[in-house]
């Protein structure tokens, strides 16, 4: 089955910098990769999503890029703020029928 | 839109009761809907697939007797814990995905279960 790394499993910054968050897959099949963010005590929030005919999407200061020749794909966030501090998971679907397998999480930490 | 709602937040029980969550998509019609158990500080791991008028698919080393699902229509699912016992204490989220051909999944606030 499909086995998502996802790393680092913790990550501090200072507001204003950037941070990146990188993931591994093993299923070449795969082809839909979310980012979730997760507030403490709360579900998993989508914050952006990339399908394997993409290579890079963006969203204001959240970014998402995929080398599915390396697969790997990374999470870039710009202008870091206090308020993006959360855990970060990334996941990986192999086809729009299958469940997502998700990484262990990146607890992200931005201090002002 | 696509907002999914958890019922109830939280909830503690005593030893061999048996508890009921609810799973509602709110704005969106769920073809199939998805059922995670989180430890805390680690990741979410998928138990069971449910699709809606179907049995729903348990992943391996998940007891489909003590967790049952159930995906009567196209805004609802529950999990109802059987017999619960304090090692099932955690934190349940559930996910939706609106048509089959779509891959997104938009998922519910978690429910936090203690059980005495």
């Known amino acids: 089955g499909e086995n998502v790394e996802q790393h680092p499993s913790t990550l501090s910054v200072q507001e204003g910098d950037s941070a990146v968050i990188k993931c591994t897959y093993s299923?070449?099949?795969?082809?839909?990769f979310p980012w979730y963010k997760q507030e403490l005590g709360k579900g998993p929030q989508l914050i952006i999503d990339?399908?394997?005919?993409?290579g890079e999407k963006k969203d204001q200061r959240i970014a998402v890029t995929l080398n599915k020749t390396a697969k790997h794909f990374s999470l870039h966030i710009t202008e870091t703020q206090p308020e993006d501090s959360a855990v970060y998971f990334c996941?990986?679907?192999?086809?729009?029928?299958?469940?997502?397998?998700f990484g262990k999480g990146t607890s992200l930490l931005v201090t002002p | 839109g696509a907002v999914v709602s958890q019922h109830p937040s939280r909830v503690i029980c005593k030893s061999g009761t048996s508890v009921k969550i609810e799973c509602r998509s709110l704005?969106?019609?769920?073809?199939?809907m998805f059922w995670y158990r989180q430890f805390p500080k680690q990741s979410l791991m998928l138990m069971a697939t449910?699709?809606?008028?179907?049995?729903?698919?348990?992943e391996q080393g998940v007891e489909k007797d003590k967790f049952l699902i159930n995906h009567a229509s196209l805004t609802l699912s529950t999990l109802t814990v059987t017999s619960a016992h304090p090692e099932d204490s955690s934190f349940y989220i559930c996910?939706?995905?609106?048509?089959?051909?779509?891959?997104?999944?938009?998922f519910g606030p978690g429910t936090r279960l203690t059980v005495l």
């Open positions: 996910s939706a995905r609106a048509r089959p051909s779509t891959d997104t999944q938009y």
């Open positions: 299923d070449s099949a795969s082809n839909y």
């Open positions: 990339i399908r394997s005919n993409v």
């Open positions: 996941a990986a679907s192999p086809n729009s029928g299958y469940a997502l397998n």
């Open positions: 704005d969106f019609q769920a073809t199939t």
């Open positions: 449910s699709n809606e008028g179907s049995k729903a698919t348990y």
